[in-house]
């Protein structure tokens, strides 16, 4: 059954969205609201899952991995590219769902978040035709070693709200490709495009199982797959708090966990550089989906001899950002995603004024449909010590808090004096001090000189409090599979 249909426009209809478990879409006894962020109005009624569905869910899954697993490699590749293609095809539709039911601004859903999901199906649907395995032939033992990568089983998926399509495809679709079935629970906050690519995911000829999406509470829903003795592997993106918790509570049962989660990534700027190129780089990696993506930079370190040319421009600029309306193309800054995040961020910003530091932003103004929308102003923060929450911890939203260095040493221990080390950038013209500062920070990845170029190649994740595990081509191969070293004897010495 589906109660959504291809189609080029969105109406303001509300969405009942429905699990999908073992291939039925099923209507649920209980529902909650989800709210479209930028007029504080319903968008979708969610079922409010409990434990018996997530059971129901884990029991189809691991029915359907006796047969998915054992399918061919082209097979799982054929249905994974089918998938790309029915999202390119729905391209439009789903961006104006994404935008709609997370707020952010509708070109940045049709150039980054839609684009990237059909790629990453596309990517993975690929990558296995060409994986290779080690082998090693051992003269001296008389042996030949080589390695196996097995499907798991059922991979159990839980994703944020920030990017909801787009990072729930970057583990389904490396999930499948190598050939596990799985437990999927996207944001309670943005369920609208996961529910729409069950429908996609059925077209493509998923069969029945492969893929069950429950939907719902963190903790009515979260927790039991977490929790759940037939869920092996657990891919996680959001808070550290939760991560935390997801850690604790799958201890016990030695699951395999990919954990992916906040940040407060520095961006480092030194005075040889061209700020005319640059510039609109910096600007974008501090605020590009309204600053609610945890690779964003939030804590700007700007060498001295360059700091207040620097400042005064990028207050200009960001005072002259255009918030409101996510459909309007010039739109830079939509909402937040909830009325309590936008508490949240806006206490960071009254933190900052208490604590003397100056604050600089502009109130904006919104159209009347607009006005109950969870918006904040886009601000920088400046006289700031390093100490402050608002330099430490996570704020995820429009909010830069920007201060001056003197020697490459004291921002490298500066910028590393963090509890979290996901992402830096290094800003500078110098190819010597780019590679140094990049081998001494302590995060996942360091972008020199531009910012969120994401190959799918290259290995993501964190360190310390922004996660552990990495996920990408062979790494999530090496997550989502076990890897095995079979030795064979030859009697040839
Ligand atoms: P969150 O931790 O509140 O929720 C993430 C997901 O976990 C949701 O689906 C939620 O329902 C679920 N969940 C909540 N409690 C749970 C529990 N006890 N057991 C199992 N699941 C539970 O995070 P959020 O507010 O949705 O997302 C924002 C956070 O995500 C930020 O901290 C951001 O930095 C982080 N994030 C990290 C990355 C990364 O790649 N490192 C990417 C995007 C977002």
Redesign the pocket.
Known sequence: MSSLKRSNSVSDKTIEVHNYIDGKFEKSDNYFNSYNPAVNRVNAFIPDSNERDVQRAVSAAKRAFESWSKTSVQERSQILNKVAMLIELSARELAQLESWDQGKPLWLATTLDIPRAAHNFRHFANAILYDTNISITDPDAGVINYTTHEPIGVAGI??????PLY?LTFKLAPALAYGNTVVA?????TSVTAYKLCHLLEEAGLPPGVVNMVF????K???P??EHPDVPIIS????????A??AQ?SAPLFKKLSL????KNAAIIFDDINLDTVFPQIIRSCFLNSG????ASSRLYVQKSIYQVFVDRFTIDVLQMKVGDPTNNDTLIGPM?SSD?QKKVLKYIELARNEGATVRSLPFKLDTDHTAGYYVSPTVITDISDDSACMRE?I?GPVVCVVPFDTQDEVVTRANNSPYG?SASVWSSNVDRVHTVANRLRVGTVWCNCWLVRNLNMP???QKQ??TGREATLDSREFYTEKKTICIKTNKK
Do not use: D, Y
């Open positions: 839980i994703t944020p709200w920030n990017l990072l629970k996207p944001s309670e906050l719902g509470l963190g903790q829903v979260g927790e797959i977490v996680f993106t959001g808070s550290t708090a939760t991560g918790r997801i509570r992916e989660m906040g940040g609610e993506i945890c690779l995603i995040h996570e995820f996901l993501f994740g964190g922004s996660g």
